[in-house]
């Protein structure tokens, strides 16, 4: 909707000089209080406003991250002519409670959040009381609320001696030009509360362990006057046990008093770490974990430490990356939301949290960060100027619909976003040579996999054709596609579709495929995984490649092709070469990375730069899905029906876990010592096994 459809005659308000984090003030004058009153809120970036000093929301980070609207230096726009879609969120709150017949007080703090590329931090806001409407406009005054420098990804410098300056007029600005909406995706929270423990202390410091490697923030007191603390935050320690300084990321708090009680943390971004330390004198109260309120409606627990750990690490590490609406790579570097990784990950999530709203917001972003010229599809949604590949990051714009269909059972998005995906299509035949995707734009990243453990550097580039990777994501979204046609009533394209799948098919086994070992791409890395994923190759394709894996037990792959050996391995009967590849503990390995204390996924299997990257969890679905044997029927999406199928290894034994299903929990508890299998079947959903369907309640089976 347009900005007058949302807010009437509301203006947005700026201060009317350089302030890093103004505070607006308006006052509402009601005859009575109100019974029914709403205030629609939009404050670019991050905004928290009180009426009456009560806060209206418990939610932080708000409004959702988006590609708000054009600016002038968007390197998209400059380098190669794009033109995306915009989109600015609002929030709608009841807020009848906090009013009162007479003078109302409005205050709100707004914070450049993710909006700092984009211009200075702005408020806007349209209150509803019994029908009677009040708006923001020129009769707003503003002051600094004592933030005095700023970082997304850094964090916050306060000096609260500024902020008790004279109210000013504000400054009347432009609405942007957008595409406006409210949101309604669950927005971050303070999820749960941590005390930390004292580890160490310097001359200066003290240094704090929160156990767990989390997003969110200490809160200190301030009270006495002209008293100073610098906090700073990191994911590990070095060998003296003291803050690892390669591992801040420069990660700070920093703030001065002025002699008022009050409590004292990052307000407008967030800070990942497991440790922190901070001035002496200046103790933490408590510590905050905040992320996107998204509830794991899944469980998993075995005899096996590591699988159990895995399941931990993963699930922690991917609600650390869920803030502002956005599925990121990392929850501190760089906090965005990487289309490679989000689709890699987006099965995943669905199956263990209830994320539907959450990724349907998050598909409005790929949709508007589709070049509307050429088809491209960024790396990134919402679009930073960011490094990928046309395949494993761009097909998003398919993925990410065709799983929100096969785990909801929504063909919604498929259809909205349908003529995208063959748009896309077109833009990968226009970078395609001799049969291979092989370019996107210029002087952009063209990856195929990523992250393999090569010589232990950041971000090791498989040595497999990054050609040959990105032939495979587009006959795989190719696949998706041509499935969602018959199921949308756009059986028109599938010929096209399916004569350009079996030209990219062929370009693969005339290039890469050895007729005399059974080889794709030399079996480099993990290609024979990703060639008998699309159901090319032989028994000697199968045999190589696992072959391979049980001489060393580890993975050589990339995020991707860690999934698909997963996958393939459980798919065609090495169940137990892949249950010893996710429970090896030797270097390279989540066994590693638990015993070597981590309590989220690395970035990298060697020497990580980040420990704190959903990426290489995509597999835990697996657990669910092969070891507990919970698999959707053939042909069935929503969760309605279900085959029981458990794959037996000798490294788990005992085994239970459940998901949520369209009709309720589905449960599974497996001794395989003793072939007893008990599953717990919700009412209305089609659960069998061994043929047969199994009634509703409790079930004890013999495997």
């Known amino acids: 909707m347009t900005f007058e459809e949302l ?45 009456n000093g009560q806060p209206i929301t418990a939610d932080r980070f708000v409004p959702l991250n988006s590609h708000y609207h054009h600016y002038d230096d968007c390197y998209c726009y400059k380098n190669f002519g794009e033109e995306l879609a915009f989109r600015i969120y609002a929030c709608r709150y009841d807020v009848s ?153 420069g990660q700070h708090l920093t703030f001065v008093c002025d002699g008022e009680k009050r409590d004292v943390r990052l307000r407008f971004t967030w800070a990942t770490f497991r440790y922190f330390e901070v001035t002496k004198g200046v103790d933490p109260t408590t510590v905050e974990v905040i992320h996107t309120d998204l509830p794991l409606t899944a469980a998993f627990e075995s005899d096996n430490a590591v699988l159990n750990g895995l399941f931990d690490i ?105 003529d995208q995906m063959l748009r896309y299509f077109d833009y990968l035949e226009a970078h395609s040579e001799n049969g ?95 060639a008998l994923d699309l159901g090319l190759g032989d028994e000697r394709t199968l045999k190589n490649l696992a072959d391979k894996l049980d001489k060393t037990g580890c ?11 997963v996958k393939v391995l459980f798919e065609t009967g090495y169940e137990q070469l892949a249950t010893r590849l996710l429970t090896n503990e030797e270097h390279p390995s989540f066994g590693y990375m638990l015993k070597t204390g981590a309590t989220t996924i690395w970035e990298d299997w060697l020497n990580p730069r980040s420990m704190c990257h959903p990426m290489f969890g995509a597999p835990v679905r697996y657990l669910f899905y092969d070891l507990l044997g919970i698999r959707q029927a053939d042909g069935a999406a929503g969760l309605t029906a279900f085959v029981i199928d458990p794959k037996n290894s000798s490294l788990v034994q005992r085994l239970s876990g459940h998901i949520r299903t369209a009709g309720g929990e589905l449960a599974v508890t497996i001794d395989w010592s003793k072939k007893a299998l008990t599953v717990t079947v919700p009412k209305d959903t089609a659960v069998f096994f061994g043929g047969e369907r199994l009634k509703p309640g409790v079930n004890n089976l013999k495997l």
């Open 97 to 249: 409670a906090l009013l009162k017949a007479g003078e109302n007080v409005l205050t709100c703090t707004v914070a450049p959040g993710w909006y700092f590329r984009y211009g200075e931090p702005k408020l806007c806001w349209k209150l509803n009381a019994d029908g009677q409407e009040f708006f923001s406009d020129e009769t707003a005054l503003w002051r600094g609320s004592g933030m005095t420098a700023y970082s997304i990804t850094k964090g916050e410098d306060y000096d609260f001696n500024l902020s008790h300056g004279d109210w000013q007029p504000v400054r009347i600005v432009d609405a942007p030009e957008s595409n406006y909406g409210l949101s309604d995706c669950p927005a971050d929270r303070v999820i749960r509360a941590l005390q930390p423990k004292k580890i160490a202390e310097t001359d200066s410091a003290v240094l704090y362990d929160c156990g767990e490697n989390i997003t969110g923030s200490p809160v200190f007191t301030g009270g006495k006057a002209g008293q100073t603390a610098a906090v700073r935050f990191a994911e590990k320690l070095n060998e003296a046990g003291l803050i690892d300084d390669d591992c801040t990321y």
């Open 555 to 565: 993975f050589d792959s990339g995020i991707f092709g860690t999934d698909l050996v």
């Open 7 to 51: 807010f009437g005659a509301a203006k947005f308000v700026a201060a009317s000089s350089e302030c890093v984090a103004p505070v607006f003030r308006n006052t509402v004058t009601l005859h009575e209080k109100p019974s029914q009153a709403v205030i629609t809120v939009c404050g670019l970036g991050f905004f928290e406003m009180e009426i």
């Open 436 to 530: 291979f995707v092989v370019s996107d734009q210029p002087d952009q990243w063209c990856l195929g996999d990523w992250c393999a453990p090569d010589s232990g550097r950041h971000g090791g580039r498989p040595a497999m054709a990054d050609e040959y990777v990105n032939n495979y994501f587009y006959i795989k979204t190719l696949n998706r596609v041509i499935e969602l046609a018959k199921l949308i009533g756009r059986e028109e394209v599938i010929p096209d579709l399916e004569a350009r799948k079996q030209e990219r098919v062929n370009a693969i086994l005339a290039k890469y495929f050895d007729e005399t070992t059974g080889n794709f791409d030399e079996d480099k890395n993990s290609a024979n995984a990703f």
């Open 314 to 418: 993963y699930v922690r590490t991917q609600l650390d990356n869920m803030h502002a609406g956005i599925p990121s790579d990392c929850p501190h570097l760089e906090r965005r939301g990487y289309t490679g990784d989000g689709q890699l990950t987006c099965e995943t999530v669905m199956l263990l949290f209830d994320a539907k709203a959450f990724y349907r917001k998050w598909m409005a972003d790929i949709s508007d960060c589709q070049d509307r010229v050429s088809g491209h599809v960024q790396y990134t949604a919402p679009y930073v100027q960011s490094g990928g590949g046309p395949g494993g990051w761009g097909c998003a714009i398919a993925e990410v619909p065709y799983v929100f269909y096969k785990i909801y059972g929504d063909l919604t998005p498929a259809k909205q976003y349908f």
